[in-house]
């Protein structure tokens, strides 16, 4: 079975601080995908990034960055000089694809200051 | 392109009554997935329809039941509602295998929720 664990539950941090959210999973499948998805008051869940099992490159997108490493099964996120907009949960996922369900990690809470 | 959208955004019912959901995915897209949010067990699965077909399902009493129209729209049902079916009903639709968007079709975008608070 797939599990994905965030250990934060919840960070606070002042604005413009660098901030790591943490995702670790597990899966004896050798092809699956990974996500992160914001989730703000409105409840909404944004889709943020979908990284392939075969494919380890990093990626940033502006003040977004994402570290996948396999060799510790880490899929973390970072936001570079966070501003009170990025409060919000913040969720890791993974599928195995096909019609597999998302298998969500509980969560992490980011609450930026200003 | 308009996003997931889901009707209606918040439902108080009472214990025992049934209750409908609607979820109209984004124009294109032939997948439809569900989900249950609540403090206590985070976000689960509840089922998959993809061309009027459900395609998985997770591991929800029967009570919880879905389709999935000609035009990709589902609903869900849930019937003899109980407290604890309180929660935040989230949808979601994916890209189809082929389409040349640029998006990969295990992305899932979700609507904003139906609020379903029974008492």
């Known amino acids: 079975a797939q599990k994905v664990t965030q250990a934060q539950t919840e960070i606070s941090v002042v604005e413009k601080e660098d901030v790591t959210l943490d995702c670790v999973y597990e899966t004896r499948d050798t092809t699956y995908y990974l996500f992160w998805y914001k989730q703000p008051p409105s409840g909404e869940l944004v889709f943020l990034i979908r990284?392939?099992?075969?494919?380890?490159q990093n990626e940033i997108s502006g003040r977004y960055s994402w570290n996948f490493q396999k060799s510790t099964s880490s899929f973390n996120f970072t936001i570079t000089a966070s501003q009170v907009v990025d409060s919000a949960v913040y969720f890791c996922?993974?599928?195995?694809?096909?019609?597999?369900?998302?298998?969500f990690g509980t969560g992490t809470r980011l609450l930026v200051s200003p | 392109k308009a996003g997931v959208t889901q009707t209606p955004r918040y439902l108080i019912k009472t214990r025992g009554q049934q209750v409908t959901l609607s979820c109209s995915p984004i124009s294109g897209h032939r997948s439809v997935s569900w989900y249950q949010q609540t403090p206590g067990q985070g976000l689960q699965f509840l089922f998959e329809y993809f061309s009027e077909t459900q395609r998985n399902k997770g591991n929800f009493p029967g009570r919880f039941s879905g389709r999935q129209f000609s035009n990709s729209r589902s609903e869900m049902n849930v019937s003899t509602l109980e407290l604890g079916d309180s929660a935040l009903y989230l949808c979601?639709?994916?890209?189809?295998?082929?389409?040349?968007?640029?998006?990969?079709?295990?992305?899932?975008?979700f609507g904003p929720g139906t609020r379903l608070t029974v008492t």
């Open positions: 979601a639709s994916r890209p189809n295998w082929g389409q040349t968007s640029g998006r990969s079709a295990y992305e899932q975008y």
């Open positions: 990284r392939n099992s075969f494919d380890e």
């Open positions: 996922a993974l599928t195995l694809g096909g019609f597999q369900k998302l298998v």
